[in-house]
Every structure is written in C-alpha cells, then in structure tokens.
C-alpha cells in the first residue's frame, strides 16, 4: 500500500488546515487507518486514528479541535485541524494497517506533510 498526504503549510495560530491522504496499490487490505505526527526532537505520537467502520480515537491535545474522517470507496483519509495552537507543529504522517489475511503487508507510512504553526 502506498500513501501519499497532502495539505500541510504555514498557518497562524487559531486557524484551520485539512490534511489528504491518498492510498493506492493493495487497498482491499486495509483496515484501521491513522494520522501520527512528529516535532523535531520527539517521539512520533498517534494523532488519531479511524477503523475500517469508521469508530475514531484522538490524542488528548486534540480532542475537539481535530476531526479525522475517511472515504473507503475513494481511498482516502482525511484530518480536519481547527484551532491550530504552535505545539501543532510537526511532520503529520498518514498510516494504514492491513488485514491479517493479507500476509505480504506490513503497515504502511506516507512521506509526511509539514504543518508550521506560528503564534
């Protein structure tokens, strides 16, 4: 599976980016879906995360601020970011888990997108 995100940029404290990810290849083996994130000097953190049936989970630093939603007939993930605060500011990384029967997979990762968040 390959994922490539898209959307990152500048924006001022307070306001609003949307993250794309698009997937291709094997699709049909992709079940859970993620966005993570890293800041220079730390560790990569789960962002939130959405299932196949669309239940989701969200860190703690951006409950009601993020929202991450999917479209599995046009494979694709997506993360609304509102209320963008300078600790925002990272390398946001899309990620897809595949199905246990799919044994030729291993969890896939895109390339990142930065997000800057200046106050």
């Known amino acids: 599976v390959q994922l490539v995100e898209s959307g990152g940029g500048l924006v001022q404290a307070g306001g609003s980016l949307r993250l794309s990810c698009a997937a291709s290849?094997?699709?049909?083996?992709?079940?859970?879906m993620g966005w993570y994130r890293q800041a220079p000097g730390k560790e990569r953190e789960l962002v939130a995360d959405?299932?196949?049936?669309?239940?989701?989970n969200y860190a703690d630093s951006v409950k009601g601020r993020f929202t991450i939603s999917r479209d599995n007939a046009r494979n694709r993930l997506y993360l609304q970011m509102n209320s963008l605060k300078p600790e925002d500011t990272a390398v946001y990384y899309c990620s897809a888990d595949p199905l246990p029967t799919c044994t030729w997979l291993s969890g896939s990762w895109g390339q990142g997108t930065q997000v800057t968040v200046s106050s």
């Open positions: 959405i299932t196949m049936r669309g239940n989701t």
């Open positions: 290849g094997d699709t049909i083996c992709i079940t859970a």
